[in-house]
């Protein structure tokens, strides 16, 4: 899953799409997460960052990560996976 590269987005986690002028703020562990996915992480590299640096385990990461991501989908922020 790879981020729009035209996105905007400030260190604070405000994010700009100018395809469609849409808006959206990330809190910062959603804007750490944006910035582990541009830098081309797989998800066992971001679940394990992720893990040590935060109290929570594997399992109950990787759940919120794909509601996260999902969101993500639906918002139209990714570029959809090559099959």
Same mark, same amino acid.
């Given at each position: 899953?790879?981020?729009?590269?035209?996105?905007?987005?400030?260190?604070?986690?405000?994010?700009? /799409?100018?395809? $469609?002028?849409?808006? %959206?703020?990330?809190?910062?562990? &959603?804007?750490?997460?944006?910035?582990? !996915?541009?830098?081309?992480?797989?998800?066992?590299?971001?679940?394990?960052?992720?893990?040590?640096?935060?109290?929570? /385990?594997?399992? $109950?990461?990787?759940? %919120?990560?794909?509601?996260?991501? &999902?969101?993500?989908?639906?918002?139209? !922020?990714?570029?959809?996976?090559?099959?």
């Amino acid at each position: 899953m790879k981020i729009k590269k035209n996105l905007a987005i400030s260190d604070t986690g405000f994010v700009f /799409d100018p395809s $469609t002028g849409d808006s %959206y703020t990330l809190n910062p562990i &959603g804007l750490e997460i944006i910035q582990l !996915l541009k830098n081309n992480l797989s998800l066992e590299e971001i679940t394990e960052h992720m893990t040590r640096e935060y109290d929570v /385990d594997s399992n $109950t990461f990787e759940r %919120y990560f794909y509601d996260f991501t &999902g969101m993500l989908k639906q918002m139209q !922020l990714v570029i959809p996976d090559e099959a």
